[in-house]
């Protein structure tokens, strides 16, 4: 669930909040913790902090994840967000998730690493592939999270739905906790790789990819173009075998609203200090500058004068 700026968790935001009051304080939505977003956006809000200049800071933000983060856009309890591709392209549209809510009025500030959809077991378990899960206590993430998505679009690509698995909401820590004490069968978590989550999780406990029944995944991909093939090698997490999974690239976005200048500053933060970014975030590494100038959504206008420049 959302959290105020008051409850951000980590001691480099909670030593941004010690500073005195500034003109412009923009609340970064991430996700739950133990996935790729909010050490992302924990990274992020140290680089413009230190290279924004004037008036403006960032802090990162607690939240439910991708699928909630243009809600709290729209609601006003984050200037700046991450989300998916896929879901960015809803939200603009008032579909999906966002059919109540009716279009959000936003717009795309940068390209981000890809997320995949690591779906997991203990590397002894009888789980082979997605279908296998039928049955079983699966570990889904937040409920305003990504991984549901991805959830309730592979279900019925298997003739499957919700009512086959016994889901349990919560955070990736948690989710890859449970897993390896045994209360769930797997786990399933729509994060950057390396996760935080599944790092931890390995260090004490094999684990293993749940693979697609042959032609699933690429039935997969053929019906939503925004989604991809990757493939995690096994030195990421040690496993015996790479694991060959569905992703999704990301996007970081804001109201159109929120003002050019301020979003171009924040560009220019980031990708102007790119090396730095690189350096504190594993995931940062696959940010590739040139994909912000090939979206689903527009640019927003101060990130579209940064780009222009460059």
Do not use: C, W
């Not at 996700?31 to 230190?50: D, E, K, T």
């Not at 392209?89 to 940068?110: C, E, F």
């Not at 086959?164 to 399933?188: C, E, K, N, R, W």
Request: charged share 15%; no cysteine; proline share 5%.
């Amino acid at each position: 669930m959302f959290k105020t700026a008051k409850h951000v968790i980590g001691a480099v935001a909670l030593a941004t909040l010690g500073t005195a009051a500034v003109a412009e304080e923009m609340r970064i939505g991430t996700a739950s913790l133990g996935g790729a977003f909010y050490p992302l956006g924990q990274s992020i809000s140290n680089v413009v902090n230190a290279h924004a200049g004037g008036d403006l800071t960032m802090v990162p933000i607690v939240t439910g994840g991708s699928v909630q983060n243009p809600n709290l856009l729209a609601q006003g309890e984050v200037e700046i967000a991450i989300t998916n591709n896929n879901l960015a392209v809803l939200a603009v549209a008032g579909k999906g998730p966002y059919k109540a809510a009716g279009p959000i009025d936003m717009s795309a500030v940068a390209a981000l690493h890809p997320s995949v959809l690591h779906m997991m077991v203990l590397a002894d378990s009888d789980i082979q592939t997605f279908e296998d899960l039928r049955g079983k206590r699966v570990a889904v993430g937040p409920a305003g999270g990504g991984t549901l998505g991805f959830l309730n679009f592979l279900l019925p690509l298997h003739d499957m739905g919700i009512d086959d698995i016994t889901p349990s909401f919560v955070s990736y820590s948690d989710g890859f906790g449970q897993l390896t004490d045994g209360t769930v069968d797997a786990t399933l978590a729509l994060s950057g790789y390396p996760a935080g989550a599944v790092m931890q999780a390995t260090a004490g406990a094999d684990l293993r990819f749940i693979a697609f029944s042959e032609g699933m995944l690429d039935a997969a991909l053929a019906q939503n173009s925004a989604f991809r093939a990757v493939e995690v090698a096994a030195d990421v997490y040690g496993t015996a075998e790479p694991g060959t999974v569905i992703g999704v690239n990301n996007m970081l976005v804001a109201l159109n609203s929120l003002d050019a200048s301020a979003v171009e500053a924040i560009t220019r933060a980031i990708f102007d200090n790119l090396d730095e970014l690189r350096a504190e975030n594993a995931n940062a590494r696959q940010i590739d500058p040139a994909m912000s100038l090939d979206l689903a959504i527009p640019l927003h206008p101060g990130a579209k004068a940064y780009f222009d420049v460059k």
